[in-house]
């Protein structure tokens, strides 16, 4: 699992979670990998993608650095399907940077397409990390703002983690045409490895103000059969997530 980037998001992990960032590695070795779990509730960036148990799963390429890769998960109706690409570097003295493409697919209709731009940097220690996230995105539909007026489809996506001994604490905003409708939230969690599984524990806090489009439980402002419209769009959930990642295939000098 890339231990670099998982307290930005549980999601984000999963669909990089066979890069390897070593500076020891050959530029020559290339590395397939596969990864498989479960959630309890899966959430991604604050937003409640499956409130019920969600299993998933991936492959991976990575070859000096560079990645490409799928992951696939269950959400609420139908699957969610991602692809993805990039490069990571990982310097000598604990710094990194990334940067990269991501594509969100769905099957039926849970949700549109959306495609991004990643940008990554950090550093870790033994004992600390931080990590940072800037991801510029297109979304294949229409973000409305708190009074129901559509925005448009372009978003900014910022994340930022500090963590701590298996420890972490994540801050993360919408930007853009999605500020009002995916909004900002909070993640405080621990991860920890267990006879070769990796386990995360988290409780996390959404505020998406007037939630226009009934992301919440509560539905926010939204006035349909199901909702009275008198939500204020906070939402605090928790998950815990059961991951295991395994090699393949490998080849090239060193395999």
């Known amino acids: 699992m890339n231990k670099k980037l998982q307290q930005l998001s549980i999601a984000a992990v999963l669909a990089t979670s066979t890069i390897v960032l070593s500076t020891n590695a050959s530029a020559y070795e290339a590395t397939l990998t596969g990864n498989a779990g479960v959630l309890s509730e899966y959430i991604f960036r604050g937003i409640v993608q499956n409130d019920t148990a969600s299993g998933n799963g991936g492959i991976d390429i990575e070859v000096g650095g560079f990645y490409a890769g799928t992951w696939i998960a269950d959400v609420d109706d139908g699957i969610e399907y991602d692809l993805y690409a990039g490069y990571v570097h990982e310097f000598t003295n604990g ?18 397409e959306y495609n991004e731009a990643n940008f990554y940097a950090g550093w870790s220690n033994d004992l600390w990390s931080l990590d940072l996230e800037y991801s510029k995105g297109d979304y294949n539909g229409d973000f409305v703002d708190d009074a129901g007026n559509i925005e448009g489809d372009e978003y900014d996506f910022i994340g930022a983690s500090v963590g701590w001994n ?18 900002e939230s909070f993640e405080f969690g621990y991860g920890f490895e267990l006879a070769g599984f990796d ?37 605090t959930s928790a998950y815990v997530g059961i991951h295991r990642s395994f090699d393949i295939m490998k080849w090239g000098s060193g395999s």
Do not use: I, W
């Open 95 to 112: 710094f990194y940077l990334g940067a990269g493409g991501t594509s969100y697919q769905y099957s039926d209709s849970f949700d549109n």
């Open 166 to 183: 298996g420890a972490y604490l994540t801050y993360r905003v919408f930007g853009d045409d999605a500020d009002d409708q995916l909004g």
């Open 199 to 235: 386990v995360t524990a988290a409780v996390m806090h959404t505020d998406l103000d007037k939630d226009p489009a009934g992301l919440t439980s509560d539905c926010g402002s939204v006035v349909s059969a199901d909702c009275d419209g008198l939500g204020d769009g906070d939402e």
